[in-house]
């Protein structure tokens, strides 16, 4: 619960920074030659899909509610510490993200990669936590999950 909140509290005052700094920035700041900070709101999902108005906007903000609460009630339950590490880290960067959707009616991405033989699409810092998060669940079911290391005998 401690890493859900840190990665809350982490992603928001970043973007109550960044919304503000970005403003004397319409075209970014160039960091590195890959490497920009830039000012993308998105009303949708991953990479824009499901962008839509009002109605998506709620639809969204109840989707995510709902998952966020399954991964709380999972939060609760874990057993594991690396485990509830990627819970929380998931469950800090869902509600970062539902906050965004609630505060400004879309999510604010400023991180924009050119990886040359592709453009990641911008993020956010809720985004990076969901992901690790969403890596540190896979490697604990593969590795560390009771039911995968049993066998049959």
């Known amino acids: 619960m401690i890493l859900a909140f840190v990665a809350l509290v982490i992603d928001q ?8 700094v ?11 030659s890959f490497f920009r900070l830039v000012m993308v709101w998105n009303s949708g999902v991953s990479f824009g899909m499901f962008a839509g108005g009002a109605t998506t906007r709620w639809i969204l903000i109840g989707v995510s509610s709902l998952v ?5 009630v999972w939060l609760l339950k874990a057993s594991r510490k690396f485990l509830a590490t990627g819970l929380g880290l998931v469950l800090g960067g869902a509600i970062g993200n539902i906050v965004d959707r609630i ?5 604010a991405d400023f991180f924009d990669f050119d990886l040359i033989f592709m453009r990641w699409p911008a993020f956010n810092i809720a985004d990076m936590a969901i992901v690790g998060g969403v890596l540190i669940l896979m490697v604990d079911s593969l590795f560390f999950d009771e039911k995968s290391s049993k066998t049959d005998s």
């Open 103 to 107: 505060h400004y009616g879309r999510v």
């Open 13 to 20: 005052v970043f973007k109550l920074y960044m919304v503000e």
């Open 68 to 72: 966020s609460l399954a991964l709380f």
């Open 22 to 32: 970005m403003a004397d920035y319409p075209f970014g700041i160039e960091v590195t």
